[in-house]
């Protein structure tokens, strides 16, 4: 669904199954992005990260694919488990180490 | 090490007070950054140093609002005549290359 104010997308996923998270990034000059996880009434807790010379990279059941043609980054989480639920960011950076551009976030439900 | 530390966790204020949160970044890192997240919307961009220089500040950093890092190492955020509008989650983060670490936040209402 369409993000408008209060109104995030939201990905219902099954215990055990896999979760793909999807983002659009604006900035074609982008060259780190991460993918960020906020649980309620905290602050975002870093997940994985790519720099724009690659277009995978794998961490601890979790994988990040970039495609900088379409500017458009992927979380793909394994077996997701309850703990799993939560907001969900991208974010982008087009120096190394300036500001963060965030994506408007994803709402990960995992259901039992 | 225990990460960025944001204090208060939790701040009310009536309209027109001026408030002030710190931020302790994790030791070693020599870049620090304040964000501001309302509800439903990921964390935007106010300012950042490095060291105790401030690098850029955000449209959104109006003259209400001041960031200092006095020696390098912790920041405060000082927001004064607090309007409604204010109420939002104040966020810090720092860096040293990559990997950027974000504190728990500052949830500040005005009344």
């Known amino acids: 669904g369409e993000s408008v104010g209060l109104h995030l997308p939201t990905l219902s996923v099954q215990e055990g199954d896999n979760s793909i998270i999807n983002c659009a990034y604006s900035?074609?000059?982008?060259?780190?992005f991460i993918w960020y996880k906020q649980e309620s009434g905290k602050g975002p807790q870093f997940i994985i990260d790519?720099?724009?010379?690659?277009d995978k990279r794998q961490g601890q059941r979790v994988t990040v694919l970039l495609n900088k043609t379409v500017k458009h980054l992927s979380l793909q989480i394994a077996a997701t488990q309850p703990g799993d639920s939560a907001v969900y960011f991208c974010?982008?950076?087009?120096f190394g180490w300036g500001k963060l551009q965030f994506g408007a976030g994803t709402q990960v439900v995992v259901t039992p | 090490d225990t990460g960025v530390s944001q204090d208060p966790r939790h701040k009310i204020t009536k309209r027109g007070q001026n408030v002030t949160f710190r931020c302790d970044p994790i030791?070693?890192?020599?870049?620090l950054y304040w964000y501001r997240q309302t509800l439903g919307q990921g964390p935007e961009f106010l300012t950042y140093?490095?060291?105790?220089?401030?690098?850029?500040k955000s449209r959104l950093l109006s003259d209400r609002f001041s960031a200092e890092r006095p020696k390098g190492s912790f920041s405060t955020l000082e927001i004064q005549r607090t309007e409604q509008g204010d109420s939002a989650m104040y966020l810090c983060?720092?860096?040293?290359?990559?990997?950027?670490?974000f504190g728990s936040g500052t949830r500040l209402t005005v009344v």
């Open positions: 983060a720092s860096s040293y290359q990559d990997g950027y670490t």
């Open positions: 140093f490095q060291n105790e220089a401030q690098l850029e």
């Open positions: 900035n074609s000059a982008s060259d780190y």
């Open positions: 030791s070693e890192h020599n870049r």
């Open positions: 790519i720099r724009s010379n690659m």
């Open positions: 974010a982008e950076n087009d």
